[in-house]
């Protein structure tokens, strides 16, 4: 298998399979085949600029187990463009914006979908040049430096235009650093992820006190699960304790009825409370099973959460929604899994 | 025998590293007597003001309505700011093992606990009644008065007070290795006072396991701590339904804001601090340039939230949102918030240049100007929502009295005294982790 993908063009290929049945299920004749295809998208965009954007800070801050993972961090880097052609699938969905009826200066067809797609390109060329580059060097941190700005402005695009946008005229300033801190807290779960599929289970149990990479990676999604934590709490309790009625309704519609409600608890529970407890004692830090299972439980904390925030406001046709899911797993385990080398 | 740089063994360079640190606890020079006596005499003139505003009411401040927050708070946020960040800096590059922190976690830590007690003041003096603030404190009486929890004033009491009492701890257990080296090289009544706030350190593998363990113990639950507080400090604003304050992004703004201000703070008393006791050998220029490279990252979030905050109140087309915004550029304060997007945005992204963020006396120049912005920063927010809220009818402005002004000085002048008597007293850096990088 990792023969197949290692020669010239397959990976391409797949991509190119992979999205284009993601295309034709968007425009399945079914009511939610758009919906399905925004959360896919939504679900892509925060991974693959996640995983990016997790090597970039590890290499800013020297951080010794981005050389464990970079290459198969900086492998997901295609899917930008195909994030960037799936946007454009959305086109026809845009009639379902609470906008598009009347649209401003800001809100406007050809502007949202010109802004979103230059930063997904330019997501895209920043991180090349950061890929391009020898790790290490001043010129990899200046690079990474530079995809990381862009990465900010184009997940708080993300947040504010694909999501916030879908209710407007309700506004929360912090969605776009809470969907930049989340992402890269995709980032992070998926580097735990790429270490265990690559390295394998460690060969001898680490000697108590002593780090492994490992265990660097499990400390950083400890602290970015509290800071997840920090953050939805600050969001929702400045909403809550508020109580303007255009502001709570956002909070109220998903979490009045079933199963949106559980969904919320279930996103609550697999993006904080799992994580947190999981990897508190010390040992679980290293321990690949405990890593995995807390990896996946952020992973899908992040699908579901996407999830809750579309819902009330679209429909999503569910079995085109989980092939799709599926494909963008598939995609970016063949992307990972065609770069085994250690740096 | 191990040799480091220049040839030394190793055991005399830890006893250099002693006698250079300690050096700094000698007799006073001039420099500094003429230091303290100033900050003293500004300490003097804030509490004659006081007591004058005690005497007279609070209507010698300048609080007209609708402005009855001004002055005094954005000095209470200011100084928790710099009081947030102290720790913060200290035990977030612990647990990331920075080495640079060694330069400035003892000053960091310093300007923490003295920030606080600055900073504790200001609700008071903030109120009608000084004397009675302590029916803020949650204690059991018979009068069956109860404070109430739902307001973010009571918040703060236990936000601040919780972070006093954990940065006291994390900044004593810090020195006490410390506190035993200086027992060794001091002599009379400063010598008994080290031995007793040493609690019998001895050095012992058994109580460097337990020292380590509690230190890093403190460090990671410092870490969350001052988020959490300076979030709560931010929601005394957010809470309430002002345009202008009523936004959800407040708690990590004022979090980014807080490590901006202070590790500014850090830079302004460090830099006079290196050259003055001569520790250019411990407080090197790198040390410096990775900390103005946190200051230049913590400025960009505070930009980050500048464009956000102004635009999503063009976008969510919320009149009094607008209005709020507008005014806060175009109003009677707009030269003021001008002057804080300079200070906090703008110059701070010439330390994008390597070669100006290795010149200390640019660094200290940026840095006393992050200062001087973040204090507008807070003073914007803070008046101009209040004097432009919803209904035009109740629109009003304000400008301090000279009460103000001296009340606010005077706590510049407590802050810097405070840091003065430090430095004299207690060892400015951690011997103990400076012989660890030696």
């Known amino acids: 298998m990792r023969a197949l993908l290692e020669r010239k063009g397959v990976l391409a290929a797949a991509i190119a399979a992979g999205g284009a049945l993601v295309a034709v299920l968007s425009r399945w004749p079914s009511p939610g085949a758009s919906g399905s295809l925004l959360l896919s998208l939504l679900f892509l965009i925060a991974v693959a600029e996640g995983c990016i954007a997790a090597a970039a800070a590890g290499e800013m801050v020297n951080a010794r187990w981005v050389g464990s993972v970079r290459k198969e961090l900086l492998s997901v880097v295609p899917l930008l463009l195909l994030a960037a052609f799936l946007l454009l699938l959305t086109i026809p969905f845009l009639d379902a914006y609470p906008w598009a009826r009347h649209p401003g200066k800001w809100l406007r067809k050809d502007f949202f979908i010109g802004r979103n797609a230059l930063f997904l390109l330019l997501a895209y060329a920043t991180a090349m040049r950061f890929a391009a580059s020898p790790p290490g060097a001043e010129e990899a941190k200046r690079r990474a430096s530079w995809y990381l700005l862009v990465f900010v402005a184009s997940q708080s695009l993300t947040a504010f235009d694909l999501v916030m946008s879908l209710e407007y005229p309700w506004i929360s300033a912090l969605l776009g650093g809470f969907f930049f801190v989340e992402s890269l807290f995709a980032g992070f779960a998926a580097s735990a992820l790429f270490y265990l599929l690559v390295q394998g289970r460690p060969a001898t149990a680490p000697e108590p006190g002593s780090r492994s990479d490992l265990s660097d990676l499990s400390v950083l999604m400890f602290g970015f699960s509290l800071m997840w934590a920090g953050l939805f709490f600050a969001q929702f309790l400045t909403i809550w304790y508020g109580n303007i009625p255009e502001e709570v309704g956002f909070i109220a519609r998903r979490v009045s009825s079933s199963p949106l409600r559980e969904l919320s608890v279930a996103a609550l529970l697999l993006l904080f409370f799992i994580p947190f407890l999981v990897l508190l004692p010390t040992r679980a830090k290293s321990h690949p099973l405990a890593v995995s299972l807390a990896a996946v439980s952020v992973l899908s904390g992040v699908a579901i959460e996407r999830y809750v925030f579309l819902a009330p406001a679209v429909r999503i046709f569910l079995p085109g929604l989980a092939i799709q899911l599926v494909c963008v797993l598939l995609l970016f385990a063949a992307a990972a899994h065609r770069n085994p080398g250690r740096s | ?438």
């Open chain 2, 1 to 438: 025998m191990n040799r480091g740089e220049g040839g030394m063994e190793t055991p005399d360079r830890y006893a250099k590293a002693e006698r250079d640190i300690l050096a700094a606890m000698g007799k006073p020079g001039k420099a500094w007597l003429a230091g303290a006596g100033f900050a003293a005499v500004l300490m003097l003139i804030g509490g004659v003001l006081w007591a004058y505003q005690i005497r007279e009411g609070l209507g010698v401040a300048g609080y007209t309505h609708p402005v009855n927050w001004a002055v005094y708070i954005t000095n209470f946020v200011f100084w928790v700011g710099i009081a947030h960040s102290g720790t913060l800096i200290s035990a977030v590059l612990f647990l990331f093992r920075a080495k640079f922190r060694t330069s400035f976690n003892r000053a960091a830590e310093a300007m923490t606990v003295f920030a606080l007690m600055v900073a504790g003041l200001f609700p008071i003096v903030h109120l009608g009644r000084s004397w009675v603030f302590y029916y803020l404190l949650p204690y059991p009486n018979q009068r069956q008065l109860w404070v109430n929890f739902r307001s973010p004033l009571i918040w703060d009491v236990f936000a601040v007070g919780t972070y006093f009492t954990v940065s006291l701890v994390f900044f004593y257990v810090g020195m006490i290795p410390d506190f035993a080296v200086a027992q060794r090289w001091k002599e009379g009544i400063r010598k008994k006072v080290y031995k007793v706030l040493s609690l019998g350190w001895k050095g012992t593998d058994r109580q460097w396991r337990h020292y380590a363990m509690l230190y890093l113990f403190l460090a990671a639950f410092a870490t969350p701590l001052v988020a959490s507080v300076h979030s709560v400090v931010s929601w005394d604003f957010a809470m309430s339904i002002l345009p202008g304050w009523h936004t959800t992004i407040f708690a990590p703004y004022f979090v980014a804001g807080a490590i901006f201000s202070g590790t500014a703070m850090v830079i302004t008393l460090v830099i006079p601090l290196r050259k003055a006791l001569n520790l250019q050998e411990y407080v090197t220029d790198d040390h410096f340039e990775s900390i103005a490279k946190i200051m230049l990252f913590t400025s960009l979030i505070v930009t980050y939230s500048y464009i956000v905050e102004f635009g999503l109140a063009w976008y969510g087309e919320n009149p009094f949102e607008t209005e709020a915004f507008r005014y806060r550029i175009a109003g009677n304060f707009r030269y003021l918030a001008w002057a804080m997007i300079f200070c906090n945005s703008l110059v701070p992204l010439t330390l994008f240049v390597r070669k100006l963020r290795r010149n200390m006396a640019y660094l200290l120049i940026v840095s006393l100007l992050v200062n001087v912005g973040m204090w507008l920063e807070r003073f914007v927010i803070i008046v101009t929502s209040l004097a432009h809220d919803y209904d035009p009818y109740v629109w009003g402005t304000y400008s301090p009295t000279f009460v103000e002004v001296g009340i606010s000085l005077g706590s510049f002048g407590m802050f810097f005294l405070l840091y003065l008597l430090f430095v004299k007293n207690l060892p400015v850096l951690s011997i103990t982790e400076i012989k660890e990088h030696l």
